[in-house]
């Protein structure tokens, strides 16, 4: 257990519904990235807040994507009108402060689209 | 092109084995990593690196800055030692990760 949490771990949802993810970070991590992978490929960068500021965003995340980190504490990442293409598994990550450089990631939210 | 290089993509081994995984980048990084996934989505860092080697147990991590690579070692490997392996390198405020080495070691 890294100490990043996040919910649901799975989520199995129709074609065109709205799916809405958590992350809760380790408490003193500024940093909070959320990456996908998909089967046989590496995490896949799609944005990442410094505290509450979401500091840069993927070309990968459509206008259907939308993440906040309201409080700079948890985040959330919401997908609109679901298509089956976003099937994939969504990590979370975060960082230390003083320790940019060292991800702890949470065990990801598995989201299939049907 | 991706940013970063994984060799090989799957690999097989025997109990005992000595185990290599390389990976290769181009672009300018801060810091390079070798992280540990398991089935189900969890994944651990082992190292990580910005400079010469590090270890730790059975596990040694190198990396060439003027070469733009690094190697994963596994010696005496071990079936627990079954997972994907992923090359990850920060540069500038992101991360560029490999597509990962599926490694399993048969008793």
């Known amino acids: 257990d890294t100490g990043v949490s996040q919910d649901p771990r799975h989520k199995i949802t129709k074609r065109g519904q709205n799916v809405t993810f958590r992350c809760d970070p380790i408490?003193?991590?500024?940093?909070l990235y959320w990456y996908r992978q998909t089967l046989g490929q590496g995490p896949e960068f799609l944005t990442y807040f410094q505290n509450e500021a979401q500091l840069e965003k993927s070309r990968l995340l459509s206008d259907r994507f939308s993440a906040e980190r309201p409080k700079g504490s948890f985040s959330t990442l919401e997908i609109q009108r679901t298509e089956q293409g976003d099937s994939a598994m969504y990590l979370c990550?975060?960082?230390?402060?003083?320790?940019?450089?060292?991800?702890?990631f949470g065990s990801g939210t598995q989201l299939s689209v049907l | 092109k991706n940013e970063v290089e994984q060799s090989p993509q799957n690999l097989t081994a025997q109990e005992g084995e000595f185990i290599t995984i390389n990976c290769s980048y181009s672009?300018?990084?801060?810091?390079l990593h070798w992280l540990q996934q398991h089935p189900g989505g969890g994944i651990v860092s082992l190292f990580m690196l910005s400079s010469g080697k590090k270890k730790h147990g059975r596990l040694i991590a190198t990396i060439n800055i003027q070469e733009k690579h690094s190697s994963l070692h596994i010696t005496a490997s071990h079936p627990r030692d079954s997972a994907v392996y992923i090359c990850?390198?920060?540069?500038?405020?992101?991360?560029?990760f490999g597509t990962g080495t599926s490694l399993t070691v048969i008793p």
């Open positions: 672009v300018g990084i801060s810091a």
């Open positions: 990850a390198v920060r540069s500038s405020n992101q991360f560029y």
């Open positions: 408490s003193e991590h500024n940093r």
């Open positions: 990550a975060s960082s230390f402060p003083w320790d940019n450089e060292k991800l702890f």
